[in-house]
C-alpha cells in the first residue's frame, strides 16, 4: 500500500479511541475520519481534479488538521498559506495562483478572499468550529461559491503531495513542494525525538510549516493522542503538561524563556524527563539555566523546510556522552544524512574546524547537495557548531524573517527614500527586527506607525519592525552602502 491509503487505513482504524483534544473538546478517530472523509467528498462531488492545487489557509484548529490529513491521505496536492498575513495579501495569493479550491476557516473568509476566489472561479469550502453542529455543516460549501468555475485553475505535476513556504534557511523564502512519501521521515523524527513514539503530543508547533505537518501526520500515523494548542501559553501548556504526563516535550526557544520568565514551580513539570526542539538556535546560557531550573534534558535539532525536516540533532545518548565537550554543537546529522561546509565564495569543501556554508544531502530528496545560507563549522567528530546567517535573516522566536523582504516593503510607501532592516537582541524571543527610515524630500511625514500599518498591509505579523526610526540619512560606508552595525547602534543606544 502506498503512504497515503496506509494513512487512510490507520485513521479509519479502532473509531472510539480518543485522538485529539482542544480547548477542552476531545475528538475520537471515527469523528476525525468522517472529517476527512467530508472534506474529500465535497472535491469530488464538484469534479475538482486531483492534479489541482488545493489551498488551505492555515489555523492550528481541530478541523484544519482533519482537512490535511484527508488531503494527504487521498493522493490531493496541498498549499499551505500563511493566514498571518492581511487579509489582502492573503487574497493576492490566491488570485496569482489560481487554486481550485480554497478551504478557510470561516472567520478568514472576507470580503477579498471572498472577491478573489470568486474571480478565478475557485470552489470555497468553510470550516466551522462550532460544537454544535454536525460534521456537514462544520465543512461546507460557502455560498456563492458552490461551483468550481471554467478557470484556468493551477495544475500539479507529479506524485502528489504538500507545498509549504520555506523559512529562508536556504535562500529566498519560496514554495517548497514535498511528495506525501516523503512523510515518512516524519514519523521516524517523531519516534527519536520521544520515548516510545506513542507517549501523548503537546503540539504547538503551526501547521502551515513543515514542522507542524509532519508532527500532525506522525501523530496520526502512530494512533498518538495530541492536545493541540492554536497557540503557545504558558499556562496552557503547564495544563496539558500536568493532565497527560508526558515525558518529552518539542518547541523552540523562544518557549524555554518564556517559561523560565514565567517562574513555573518544577514540580508543575516534573513528569519531563527531554525537551525536544529546534526551528532557531538554543544558546549554550539559555539551555544551561532551563535545564538547571527543571533538571530536563534539552535536545536540539536542526532542520529547513528544504529538507522536509530534521538532518541535524542531539539525541539522550549524545547528550549523556558530549554535553560537556561538545557545548554550543547543534548535534550530528542523523543517519542517511550527510553534510559539509563549503567556502564561501569558492564552494570548494573546507577540512573539519574551518568555517563555510552548510551543504547537506538528503538522499530521500534527490542526489543534489543543498546549499543553506548557514556558517558552520564541522570538527572531526561529525558535530556540527552553528555560528551564524550568511544572509543577515533575523530570528524572532522561531520565525525567520529576511531584512531584504521587509526593507522592499518600506521602500514601497511613496514617503520612503530608503530604509534598513536589521536584528537587535530580545530577551523572549532571541532577536526582533527594527527599522530606520530615510523620507523623500518635500513629502508630508509619516508616522512610524503609519509605517508600520504599511508594513502590516504585505507582511506577516511576525515581520512587521517592533520599533521604526525615522532618521535625517541612513549611515552609509565608503561604499555608500548602508552600515548595518552603525542602524544596529542607532537603536541600541
Same mark, same amino acid.
Given at each position: 500500500? %502506498?503512504?497515503?491509503?496506509?494513512?487512510?487505513?490507520?485513521?479509519? $482504524?479502532? =473509531?472510539?479511541?480518543?485522538?485529539?483534544?482542544?480547548?477542552? $473538546?476531545?475528538?475520537?478517530?471515527?469523528?476525525?475520519?468522517?472529517?476527512?472523509?467530508?472534506?474529500?467528498?465535497?472535491?469530488?462531488?464538484?469534479? &475538482?481534479?486531483?492534479?489541482?492545487?488545493?489551498?488551505?489557509?492555515?489555523?492550528?484548529?481541530?478541523?484544519?488538521?482533519?482537512? @490535511?490529513?484527508?488531503?494527504?491521505?487521498?493522493?490531493?496536492?496541498?498549499?499551505?498559506?500563511?493566514?498571518?498575513?492581511?487579509?489582502?495579501?492573503?487574497?493576492?495569493?490566491?488570485?496569482?495562483?489560481?487554486?481550485?479550491?480554497?478551504?478557510?476557516?470561516?472567520?478568514?473568509?472576507?470580503?477579498?478572499?471572498?472577491?478573489?476566489?470568486?474571480?478565478?472561479?475557485? !470552489?470555497?469550502?468553510? !470550516?466551522?468550529?462550532?460544537?454544535?453542529?454536525? @460534521?456537514?455543516?462544520?465543512?461546507?460549501?460557502?455560498?456563492?461559491?458552490?461551483?468550481?468555475?471554467?478557470?484556468?485553475?493551477? %495544475?500539479?505535476?507529479?506524485?502528489?503531495?504538500?507545498?509549504?513556504?520555506?523559512?529562508?534557511?536556504?535562500?529566498? =523564502?519560496?514554495?517548497?513542494?514535498? =511528495?506525501?512519501?516523503?512523510?515518512?521521515?516524519?514519523?521516524?523524527?517523531?519516534?527519536?525525538?520521544?520515548?516510545?513514539?506513542?507517549?501523548?503530543?503537546?503540539?504547538?508547533?503551526?501547521?502551515?510549516?513543515?514542522?507542524?505537518?509532519?508532527?500532525?501526520?506522525?501523530?496520526?500515523?502512530?494512533?498518538?493522542?495530541?492536545?493541540?494548542? %492554536?497557540?503557545?501559553?504558558?499556562?496552557?501548556?503547564?495544563?496539558?503538561?500536568?493532565?497527560?504526563?508526558?515525558?518529552? &516535550?518539542?518547541?523552540?526557544?523562544?518557549?524555554? $524563556?518564556?517559561?523560565?520568565?514565567?517562574?513555573?514551580?518544577?514540580?508543575?513539570?516534573?513528569?519531563?524527563?527531554?525537551?525536544?526542539?529546534?526551528?532557531?538556535?538554543?544558546?549554550?546560557?539559555?539551555?544551561?539555566?532551563?535545564?538547571?531550573?527543571?533538571?530536563?534534558?534539552?535536545?536540539?535539532?536542526?532542520?529547513?523546510? %528544504?529538507?522536509?525536516?530534521?538532518?541535524?540533532?542531539?539525541?539522550?545518548?549524545?547528550?549523556?556522552?558530549?554535553?560537556?565537550?561538545?557545548?554550543?554543537?547543534?548535534?550530528?546529522?542523523?543517519?542517511?544524512?550527510?553534510?559539509?561546509?563549503?567556502?564561501?565564495?569558492?564552494?570548494?569543501?573546507?577540512?573539519?574546524?574551518?568555517?563555510?556554508? !552548510?551543504?547537506?544531502?538528503?538522499?530521500?530528496?534527490?542526489?543534489?547537495?543543498?546549499?543553506?545560507?548557514?556558517?558552520?563549522?564541522?570538527?572531526?567528530?561529525?558535530?556540527?557548531?552553528?555560528?551564524?546567517?550568511?544572509?543577515?535573516?533575523?530570528?524572532?522566536?522561531?520565525?525567520?524573517?529576511?531584512?531584504?523582504?521587509?526593507?522592499?516593503?518600506?521602500?514601497?510607501?511613496?514617503?520612503?527614500?530608503?530604509?534598513?532592516?536589521?536584528?537587535?537582541?530580545?530577551?523572549?524571543?532571541?532577536?526582533?527586527?527594527?527599522?530606520?527610515?530615510?523620507?523623500?524630500?518635500?513629502?508630508?511625514?509619516?508616522?512610524?506607525?503609519? !509605517?508600520?500599518?504599511?508594513?502590516?498591509?504585505?507582511?506577516?505579523?511576525?515581520?512587521?519592525?517592533?520599533?521604526?526610526?525615522?532618521?535625517?540619512?541612513?549611515? $552609509?560606508?565608503?561604499?555608500?552602502?548602508?552600515?548595518?552595525?552603525?542602524?544596529?547602534?542607532?537603536?541600541?543606544?
Amino acid at each position: 500500500m %502506498e503512504f497515503g491509503q496506509e494513512l487512510s487505513a490507520i485513521m479509519h $482504524r479502532d =473509531p472510539a479511541k480518543p485522538i485529539v483534544e482542544y480547548k477542552g $473538546r476531545i475528538f475520537s478517530k471515527g469523528e476525525y475520519a468522517a472529517l476527512a472523509d467530508r472534506i474529500n467528498a465535497l472535491l469530488d462531488d464538484s469534479s &475538482v481534479s486531483p492534479s489541482a492545487s488545493i489551498a488551505l489557509i492555515t489555523r492550528n484548529r481541530p478541523l484544519h488538521a482533519a482537512c @490535511i490529513l484527508g488531503l494527504v491521505s487521498n493522493g490531493r496536492w496541498l498549499t499551505s498559506v500563511y493566514v498571518i498575513q492581511s487579509s489582502q495579501a492573503i487574497a493576492q495569493e490566491i488570485e496569482e495562483s489560481r487554486f481550485a479550491a480554497v478551504i478557510a476557516d470561516v472567520d478568514d473568509w472576507t470580503e477579498p478572499l471572498m472577491e478573489a476566489a470568486c474571480r478565478c472561479g475557485s !470552489l470555497g469550502i468553510s !470550516l466551522n468550529n462550532d460544537d454544535s453542529i454536525g @460534521i456537514d455543516a462544520a465543512i461546507n460549501l460557502v455560498t456563492g461559491l458552490e461551483r468550481l468555475g471554467p478557470g484556468p485553475f493551477r %495544475e500539479m505535476t507529479g506524485e502528489a503531495g504538500i507545498e509549504i513556504l520555506s523559512s529562508g534557511t536556504t535562500g529566498k =523564502p519560496k514554495r517548497v513542494r514535498f =511528495p506525501t512519501r516523503m512523510l515518512v521521515r516524519a514519523i521516524d523524527g517523531a519516534i527519536a525525538s520521544s520515548l516510545t513514539g506513542a507517549e501523548p503530543d503537546i503540539l504547538v508547533w503551526p501547521y502551515s510549516g513543515i514542522g507542524g505537518i509532519c508532527c500532525l501526520v506522525a501523530s496520526a500515523a502512530l494512533d498518538r493522542y495530541t492536545c493541540l494548542l %492554536e497557540k503557545f501559553s504558558v499556562e496552557e501548556w503547564v495544563d496539558a503538561i500536568e493532565r497527560l504526563q508526558p515525558a518529552s &516535550v518539542t518547541g523552540v526557544p523562544a518557549m524555554a $524563556r518564556m517559561i523560565l520568565d514565567a517562574k513555573v514551580p518544577k514540580e508543575r513539570l516534573a513528569s519531563l524527563r527531554y525537551f525536544f526542539g529546534g526551528s532557531a538556535p538554543m544558546t549554550q546560557d539559555l539551555q544551561q539555566e532551563f535545564e538547571s531550573a527543571y533538571g530536563i534534558d534539552v535536545i536540539w535539532a536542526y532542520g529547513a523546510t %528544504e529538507f522536509c525536516g530534521t538532518v541535524i540533532s542531539w539525541s539522550p545518548d549524545l547528550h549523556t556522552r558530549y554535553r560537556q565537550s561538545k557545548a554550543g554543537s547543534i548535534g550530528r546529522p542523523l543517519p542517511s544524512i550527510e553534510v559539509r561546509a563549503a567556502h564561501f565564495e569558492t564552494g570548494v569543501v573546507v577540512p573539519p574546524g574551518e568555517e563555510g556554508f !552548510l551543504e547537506v544531502l538528503v538522499p530521500v530528496i534527490g542526489n543534489d547537495w543543498i546549499r543553506t545560507t548557514d556558517i558552520v563549522v564541522i570538527d572531526d567528530d561529525g558535530f556540527v557548531f552553528h555560528k551564524g546567517r550568511g544572509d543577515g535573516a533575523i530570528l524572532r522566536g522561531g520565525h525567520k524573517i529576511l531584512p531584504e523582504k521587509v526593507v522592499d516593503v518600506l521602500r514601497s510607501h511613496p514617503a520612503v527614500l530608503d530604509a534598513s532592516v536589521v536584528g537587535i537582541p530580545d530577551d523572549r524571543l532571541g532577536s526582533i527586527p527594527v527599522a530606520a527610515v530615510e523620507l523623500r524630500s518635500g513629502v508630508d511625514c509619516p508616522s512610524p506607525d503609519m !509605517l508600520r500599518d504599511h508594513c502590516r498591509a504585505a507582511l506577516p505579523s511576525p515581520q512587521i519592525p517592533a520599533k521604526i526610526e525615522i532618521v535625517a540619512s541612513l549611515p $552609509r560606508t565608503t561604499s555608500l552602502k548602508v552600515d548595518l552595525m552603525a542602524v544596529k547602534l542607532l537603536f541600541q543606544a
